[in-house]
């Protein structure tokens, strides 16, 4: 995988569009600077997921849209799009090519895409996981930030660690696995609540259950056995009412004929009775107009009266006028001979006036006490006639209620026919619903049957789901643990390569032969590596190097002469030594007559030379000279066989023995750089484990392919049995819906059946109440006339008593009269005596005044006197007809008495008359009562036990076979619903006496003799049990068994969570053991590497990795320890700039060398390194080039010597940077440069 194209609109000085075209290898980006150079890295970087403002060099993440110039205005968005391509293997995916954008808009939107569809920052970050590419990943080393892994703490350290082992993926995990584990746990709090809960309802549910179960087995005997008495008795009165209707009939026949007797004697009564009412109410008409005008007749004396007194009164003040005024003018003259005169008078004045005073309150006194008695009695009378008119309206009330209980008895009969029809209609209408209900409810069941079908097929579903998905993640990490085999052997290999083709381990004369430094004395192309040419078998490997030795190093020239000059020139030049083979004959020797063992083979016979022109070169090399299986069987062997002909011996072990007998054997502890020989059959050996281990992966691919297209399979499956089980869900809870709109339906059916029936027991209840009430209004009727009678009586003896009563305050109110006159002018006296005395002294000059006052005062009293005169004469004259028309109406009176009297008499002879047939007819009809009252009884009876039944059990007693019944009642309860686990307290499972079957016929012959009062008793008890029951929830048993079911279905998934709990726990440590060992590995690798890399790249430093904590690998900081040559340094923070630069370049090709990352941007890495250093970092980076791709922002002219590619940033115009790409021509050796066109560049 590599980058292939970068294309940048609008952000930051890349105000248009600018598309950069990559290649493999090293492609340098130069430029002067603060032309945008690090924009491009920033882009990348940005497109990845950078979330920092800061690392982008802004302070919010809009400062990276283009802001404009003083010519150009500034764009409202930016975009960024990395496209990459051969990455199916690092990405997982499908495609060839993945193309990954990221847009910001001024107003603070920004969205992610992945090959033009919108993403999430997550998905972007999962799907460059584990590949080395990310925004703080080790593929980025940016400006002011190379030094950064130094200084940095331990823990921080760690993160590129973690991505070159492979394991931030699996941190990715361990925290959703966590998260979910979090949820697991709060899942599973929530459940047990609810767990809690319904085993609080289930057990409330349960009795209810139980109750339900006992109520139905109660209902089922009390069911059959109330039947069988209703329908016995009803059989029995139905044939006492037809023996009590045919004896009503005949009576009622006896009783027309004494009515039609009785009538016309009853007629002629009723006609006295009548007349008498008239007369006794125009009689009352009378009396009532007597006491008006009695009434009238005082009031009109009393006025009279009053008018006189107040005459007298006004005359004595006439007089008493006068006789002051002559006493004024007499007072004129002797004014103070008249005062003193006056003093004495005014003294016998008050005497006189105190007696007078006691005696007119004396007489006031005894007529208020006579006025009182006569109101009492006025009241009394008034009462007793308020009583008559009550007792008359009471009269008239009882015959209006006779007359309306009547009414209401023809009414009853009308309004029992439309009850009864109504009660019949109801009926009808709940056995429709009813149907419904059952046939809603069987579709409910099918409908949840088929729920419970789609819901394990859904579980079966993704239970195959999870399998196929577990085999699929099982299979990517398989195919990641090969791909991460196959980077290490193909890492180990270049490095391998790598020292190849830098003649690792040949002397300074052979690398300088082999560089064709001596050109012009031996070209490179004519000169062989016999060592390379060399085919053995491993297993000799390490014997054929200690054979060769430093001859491991020649050089095959041929030419005897070429080969002494090339000599020559090493030493003419001090280039070192090399060692060298020419064609020379050379003898081969024989073993006479002695075979070899099995153990020891010539050297010629294993080693072979790949190119055939030097197999004569490689059998001199190598003649006289044998591979023995150890040291002691062959020093065993020459001592056997003193003749053998040998040169040198080496065996498996690397031990070697030449002819003089000098053995060179043994082992170093120190660590052994590899030969060429043994690198070679390395590359050879890794080659062959690649290429296999390639096939296998392929394989491995195929088979995720083909486990991918099965999970697709399966989800597809698992959202069609989600969407069948939605649509099972809708449709039953349509249903439940409808069953209950049915069921409420079929509740108001029962509660109008139900009213109905209170209706018409409350009528037939109001009808007996309304017989006995006109019974009672009849009797209260009779009872207020003869009431009615004794009032009027005791109101004439009152109104006697209250004329004498009048009489006697009427003279007590005249003699009060002349009292009050008497006293009147007394007080006068004194007045004037007072005002004489008061107004002797000061008012002597007014006394004319007086005397005029005086005089108006006399003729205003004598107008006053004119008016009473004439009022007192017309009331008198009233009172005169008065008198005469209370005479005529008195006499009136008297004579309706006596006709009243008379009529009395001959009523009282007819009734006695009519008493004894009375008596007989009355004797009939009570007996015809009777009977209608039992027939009554014995009707209402039947009436009531028949609808009774019918309200109870929607049954007709006339089909009801009470024989069947009653045996049905003996029967076992069938019970629908199986709840064994509830108990059964009242054991009527054990009361049936036989099972289902048909009775036989002794057994019916039998049931003719049964006890109805025990069977009564019993269904009496039975109703008391279900009473005493009270509510009962009969939808509790199904309920029960729902709620036992939700529970059982809790529990399950409570089961599951733990189970999913354990799980993840199981997965957390998993993951937790292979993060471990894959750090481990890659810990002790990447230490391995960076001790090797940092002493080649600083020339033979000293470098290590060390974990802070090593009992916790996962959580452990890391050290750096980093000595360039000839120094002790203990702190990386002690190194300068450019030796803290190749420290960090070291670790990053260390880290390389473990895991390449499939591209990597160094920004300005090389500013501190000198140009050794820059020529070592160069070649180093050139043998990564292979598997990674290198964007390097830099200055230095040797590191864009060494790009593949160079990209130039300029800005022509200011604030907006345009691109120039140069790419050279491996063919030409010459660069070529691409157009200014920013849009397709080289």
Partial sequence: MYLKEIVISGFKSFADRTRLDLRRGVTAVVGPNGCGKSNIVDAIRWVLGEQ???????????????????????????????????????????????????????????????????????????????????????????????????????????????????????????????????????????????IEEVSRQIGSLKRQASKALRYQRIKHRLTHLDLAFS??????????????????????????????????????????????????????????????????????????????????DLEARIAEYQKEIQGLEAQQNELAERARNESENKQLQLDVVDDSDRIFRDRSDELVRAQEQLGEMEAQLQQRR????????????????????????????????????????????????????????????????????????????????????????????????????????????????????????????????????????????????????????????????????????????????????????????????????????AGHSKIPGVKLPDDIVAAVSVVLARDSSLSEAVARLLTNCYFAESLESFVKFWKAHPEFNFLLVATKNGEIIDCRGLIHGGRTSGKKSSSVIERESEIRKLRSEIETERKALNTLREQSTTLEDQRLVAEATVEEQRQRLSELASEVSGLVAEERNQGQKVEHNARSHHKSE???????????????????????????????????????????????????????????????????????????????????????????NRIIRRNQEIDTINEQIGQLKGSGAREREKSLELEKTLQVASAKLSEDRAAIKEMDAVITGIDGSLGGRRNEGRTYDQEMTRLEIRLAEERSQIGFIHSAAHDEYQIELERVDWKAELWEGNVEFDKRVNLDDLDDPDKLSAQPKHE??????????????????????????????????????????????????????????????????????????????????????????????????????????????????????????????????????????????GQRTMAAVALLFAIYLVKPSPFCVLDEIDAALDDANIGRFCETLHGFTEKSQFLIVTHNKRTISNADTVFGVTMPEKGVSKLLSMRFNQDTNRPELAGADNSQPF
Avoid at 149 to 174: C, D, H, M, V
Wanted: aromatic share 4%.
């Fill in 758 to 848: 209170d209706d018409l027991e409350r009528l037939d209840a109001k009808h007996g109440d309304s017989v006995q009430e006109l019974e009672e209004a009849q009797q209260e009727l009779v009872a207020a006339e003869k009431a009615l009678l004794e009032e009027r009586q005791s109101g004439t003896d009152l109104e006697d008593a209250i004329a004498e009563a009048r009489e006697t305050r009427d003279q007590k109110r005249e003699a009060l009269a002349d009292v009050r006159l008497e006293l009147a002018e007394k007080k006068q006296r004194l007045e004037s005596v007072d005002r004489v005395l008061g107004e002797v002294q000061r008012e002597t000059a007014s006394l004319q």
């Fill in 231 to 312: 329908a016995y008795r009803f059989t029995s009165l139905k044939g006492s009412i037809d023996t009590l209707a045919t004896r009503a009939d005949e009576l009622r026949k006896k009783l027309e004929a004494h009515t039609e007797s009785m009538a016309a004697d009853e007629e002629a009564l009723a006609v006295q009775k009548a007349a008498r009412a008239d007369l006794n109410e125009k009689m009352q008409e009378l009396q009532q107009r007597v006491f008006n005008l009695r009434s009238e007749k005082e009031n009109s004396e009393n006025q009279a009266e009053f008018s006189g007194i107040r005459m007298k």
């Fill in 996 to 1137: 289902r079957r048909d009775p036989t016929e002794e057994e019916l012959a039998e049931m003719e003799s049964t006890n109805w009062a025990i069977i009564e008793d019993e269904v009496s008890e039975l109703k008391s049990r279900i009473s005493n029951m009270g509510p009962v929830n009969l939808d509790a048993i199904s309920e029960y068994t729902d709620l036992k079911e939700r529970h059982d279905f809790l529990k399950n998934q409570s089961e599951d969570l733990w189970k999913a709990k354990n799980a993840l726990v199981k997965t957390i440590d998993e993951i937790n053991e292979t993060s471990q060992k894959l750090f481990r590995d890659t810990f002790e690798q990447v230490r391995k590497n960076f001790a090797f890399t940092y002493e080649k790249i600083s020339g033979g430093g000293e470098s290590d990795l060390i974990l802070v904590d090593s009992e916790d690998v996962l959580e452990s900081g890391i050290d750096i320890i980093a000595r360039p040559p000839g120094t002790r340094l203990k702190s990386v923070t002690l190194l300068s700039g």
């Fill in 52 to 194: 920092s403002a800061k690392a982008l060099r802004g302070a919010s993440m809009q400062d990276v849209i283009f802001e404009g110039t003083d010519k150009r205005k500034g764009l409202p968005t930016c975009e960024v799009s990395l496209t990459f391509t051969d990455c199916e293997a690092e990405l997982g995916t499908a495609f060839n090519e993945v193309e990954i954008s990221r847009r910001v808009t001024r107003d603070g939107g920004s969205d992610y895409y992945i090959n033009g569809k919108v993403s999430r920052l997550k998905d972007i970050q999962r799907l460059f996981a584990n590949t080395g590419v990310g925004r703080v990943s080790y593929s980025f080393m940016l400006q002011g930030q190379i030094d950064q892994i130094l200084s940095t703490n331990p823990s921080e350290r760690r993160t590129i660690f973690e991505e070159a082992a492979g394991i931030t993926l699996y941190k990715a995990q361990r925290k959703e696995a966590l998260n979910k584990l979090s949820l697991v746990d709060a899942n599973l709090a929530r459940v047990t609540d609810v």
């Fill in 386 to 585: 308020q009583t008559v008119l009550h007792a008359e309206n009471r009269i008239n009330r009882s015959r209006s209620r006779c007359t309306t209980l009547e009414v209401d008895l023809k009414t009853y009969q009308v309004k029992h026919a439309a009850l009864t029809e109504t009660l019949l209609t109801l009926k009808e209408e709940v056995v429709v619903l009813e149907k419904g209900h059952a046939d809603i409810q069987r579709l409910l069941a099918r409908r949840r049957e088929e729920q419970q079908l789609g819901e394990s097929a859904l579980e079966q579903a993704r239970v195959d789901s999870k399998e196929i998905l577990q085999q699929s993640r099982t299979m990517q990490e398989q195919i990641q643990e090969q791909d991460r085999g196959i980077a290490r052997k193909t890492a180990q290999l270049n490095v391998l390569e790598n020292l190849q083709a830098k003649f690792e381990g040949f002397g300074e004369g052979a690398k300088a032969i082999l560089g064709d430094k001596l050109g012009e004395v031996v070209s490179k192309n004519s000169v062989s590596i016999i060592s390379k040419e060399l085919k053995v078998q491993p297993a000799y490997t390490s014997a054929l190097e200690t054979l060769l030795g430093q001859a491991a190093e020649a050089l095959f020239i041929g030419d005897t002469k070429q080969a002494l000059m090339v000599i020559d020139r090493l030493d003419a030049d001090q280039l070192g030594r090399a060692c060298l083979q020419v064609n020379l004959e």
